[in-house]
């Protein structure tokens, strides 16, 4: 069974900064692309950053240095390091994995906050 669990999401204040987990299992985790998304209300969800199976990562522009994706094989986690954070990116944000075959799998989501 497919499962992940996010963690690390919450309230921080503008210039703060929050490290996200995503801990994965029922996947092959070392051959999936792990990615993280977010959403607003009444907003698409948008790509924030990806890291593949062979060690290459990227990140959304609007991230402008600020953001940082890694992952550790041996515990199935991903991580997203966020620093200087601004209130517009209070949002819910998703780990997403696709991995070898096609299949394409989403985490239940995280709340951050960013606000005084």
């Known amino acids: 069974q497919v499962q992940f669990v996010e963690s690390g999401g919450g309230l921080v204040q503008p210039g703060g900064s929050l490290k996200l987990s995503c801990a994965a299992s029922g996947i092959p985790f070392r051959l999936c692309t792990m990615n993280w998304y977010r959403q607003t209300p009444g907003k698409q969800r948008e790509f924030v950053a990806i890291?593949?199976?062979?060690?290459?990562?990227n990140v959304a522009d609007f991230v402008n240095g600020r953001f940082t994706i890694t992952r550790d094989n041996a515990k199935n986690t991903a991580f997203l390091q966020m620093n200087s954070l601004k209130p517009e990116e209070t949002a819910v944000y998703y780990c997403n994995t696709k991995c070898p075959g096609g299949a394409t799998y989403w985490g239940q989501g995280t709340q951050v906050t960013v606000s005084s």
């Open positions: 890291s593949t199976p062979g060690g290459n990562t």
